[in-house]
Each structure stands twice: as structure tokens, then as C-alpha cells.
């Protein structure tokens, strides 16, 4: 069975471009986590989304960071414009569905570095 | 605020020896921990899991501990092997949280030949 994939892997861009990350969860997962993990820290939840409705999105940044789930599958996030300080790495993460025991797979991630 | 403390950045261990890695947490409110193993460039997958009922948890050379009236848990690692060099994070969660982990800063834990 594939895990949680990512793209891209890595990715260089000046301050002030626009960014995108794609996630595809683990088929039939319905919730999906987006992760912000700087250097030396914890994963930290932007966004959950049960199904294709944002149903946690308090920690998101809203002024620059948008995320969408249109069918309830795969997901994007975006950053417009990017900021030196959002240089982290962005991981994505799903569950067959929240509020129970049910644990969290996570993708690879995305390392952004802005320059 | 730091709800999930790891205060050790880093552990080093030799091999076959035990691996002790400790977590605290502030929030009472938290009753489900989970620890986390990370690899360079791959992502954190699950390890251990201990709910707030329980005080020990155990699967294989991994065991939980659950202390909550000092609101401190730790993974054993026993025996420690090479192949269990990685960072460990600590993650709690509460009822109606919706599954939302709050993870510790994580320890790197070294086991050496």
C-alpha cells in the first residue's frame, strides 16, 4: 500500500514568489493534516480537513498560506508571498478519520528554503 | 508555550544497552500520547501509543511509561540497536481535539556500536 506522497521534495524560491506543495493521502484516509516543522522543533498542525471541509484551521496564517482539498482526495497548500522566515519543512499527514484512536501517517515532507 | 517538553536534545547510547528518552507535558487536559521515530528526510512514523488509563504500555523492546500525576512519560528502549538512531518525538492529544497531536521538540537519540 503507498503512504502519504509529497511533492515536490525540495524546493528554492526568492521572498516574495509564490509557493505550492501537493499532498495525496492514503486511499480512503478522510482526514488530512498539514504540518509545519522548522529546524529543531515539532511538527506543528496549519490545517485538518475532514474530508474536502476545513474543520481546523486556526494555526493557519491566513494572510499568506491557503490550502484547499477540492474532492476530498489530494490537497495543496500555497504561500503567496513567501516570506524568509517560512523556510521549514511541510509535511502532510492523513488518518482514516479524526476523533478516535487512529493514527497519523505522514509524508516525507517538503523542505522549502527562501532565500 | 511549550504544552510537550523534551528537554534532552540529544541522547547517546551504546548498543544493547537501554534508551531513555523522557517527555513532560503541561496540559491536564491531554490523555492519549504517542511517540514518534524520524529518519533523515523520510517523515515521523508512529512508534508507541499509552492512554492517560493506562501507566505502561509495551510492544516488543519498546514500553511506555505514564506518570500522570507528574505529567511525565518515557520510552524504553531495550535493547537499544544501531538501527534505532533517530530523533524521537513525544505527541499528546486530548478528547474532542480532533485528533490534533501537540509534539514535543524531539531527541536525537545515537546508538553507538
Known amino acids: 500500500e503507498a503512504g502519504v506522497v509529497q511533492s515536490p521534495r525540495y524546493k528554492i524560491i526568492e521572498k516574495k514568489q509564490p509557493v505550492a506543495f501537493w499532498c495525496n493521502p492514503i486511499s480512503g484516509h478522510n482526514t488530512l493534516y498539514w504540518y509545519l516543522q522548522n529546524l529543531g522543533q515539532g511538527p506543528e498542525l496549519l490545517i485538518r480537513y475532514e474530508n474536502e471541509e476545513a474543520v481546523d484551521d486556526s494555526q493557519l496564517p491566513k494572510d499568506r498560506f491557503s490550502a484547499e482539498r477540492l474532492k476530498g482526495v489530494d490537497s495543496t497548500l500555497k504561500i503567496q508571498p513567501a516570506e524568509l522566515g517560512d523556510s521549514a519543512v511541510y509535511l502532510c499527514?492523513?488518518?482514516?478519520?479524526?476523533?478516535?484512536?487512529?493514527?497519523?501517517?505522514f509524508g516525507p515532507g517538503t523542505r522549502l528554503t527562501v532565500l | 508555550d511549550q504544552q510537550v517538553k523534551q528537554n534532552s536534545p540529544s541522547l547517546s547510547v551504546q548498543e544493547g544497552r537501554i534508551s531513555i528518552l523522557n517527555c513532560d507535558y503541561t496540559?491536564?487536559?491531554?490523555?492519549?500520547f504517542l511517540w514518534y521515530k524520524k529518519y533523515p528526510a523520510e517523515g515521523p512514523t508512529f512508534l508507541i501509543s499509552i492512554s492517560s488509563i493506562k501507566d505502561k504500555n509495551e510492544d516488543g523492546r519498546f514500553t511506555v511509561f505514564l506518570n500522570k500525576s507528574a505529567k511525565h512519560l518515557s520510552l524504553h528502549i531495550v535493547p537499544s540497536q544501531p538501527g534505532d538512531s533517530a530523533v524521537y518525538f513525544c505527541?499528546?492529544?486530548?478528547?474532542?481535539?480532533?485528533?490534533?497531536?501537540?509534539f514535543g521538540t524531539g531527541t536525537q537519540l545515537k546508538v553507538e556500536l
Open positions: 499527514a492523513s488518518s482514516l478519520v479524526a476523533g478516535a484512536n487512529n493514527e497519523q501517517f
Open positions: 505527541a499528546a492529544r486530548k478528547t474532542g481535539g480532533g485528533n490534533k497531536l501537540t
Open positions: 496540559n491536564s487536559m491531554f490523555d492519549y
